[in-house]
């Protein structure tokens, strides 16, 4: 019994916890020289429901985009999916700049945002830019 008894109180203390999370870039990244348009700001989101720590979507299906130019290293799927959602609302947009993220977690969480069971949301606010002709030669 005496052993049971941790268990049971972490069970019972942490069942229907809420995590939010907010990060930005660290560093910022400088524009190469070409002929760009940096836009609005733009919002995507995406959520994912958790069962016994795997995300149901991804069992099914997958939507979203992969993400090039080691944009997406370490990004969960929610990540790449409101990523891929912010695009798609932005329809002239090629690229996004700086992007911001917020996580919020709901449900039974052991560590991190990811939760056992429950569901994790991320919404993506970034610049929109957009590639007009493409690199331009160096002023010297």
């Known amino acids: 019994m005496a052993r049971i008894l941790p268990f049971v109180f972490v069970l019972t203390t942490s069942v229907g916890c809420a995590h939010n999370s907010r990060t930005i870039p660290a560093a910022a990244l400088p524009l190469a020289s070409a002929d ?6 733009i919002e995507g989101e995406a ?3 958790y ?3 795997f995300r149901l979507a991804s069992l099914f299906q997958y939507r979203g985009g992969e993400l090039s130019g080691g944009f997406g290293w ?4 929610e990540h790449k999916e409101a990523i891929y959602d912010a695009l798609e609302n932005a329809k002239t947009a090629t690229h996004l700049f700086a992007p911001r993220y917020r996580v919020s977690s709901n449900g039974f969480i052991l560590l991190g945002t990811r939760p056992l069971f429950g569901q994790r949301c991320v919404l993506v606010s ?3 830019v957009t590639l007009k ?6 002023a010297k």
């Open 36 to 41: 760009y348009v940096v836009g609005d700001w």
């Open 47 to 49: 959520c994912g429901n």
């Open 51 to 53: 069962l016994l720590g």
């Open 74 to 77: 370490g990004l969960s799927a």
């Open 126 to 128: 970034a610049r929109t």
């Open 133 to 138: 002709s493409g690199p331009v030669p160096r």
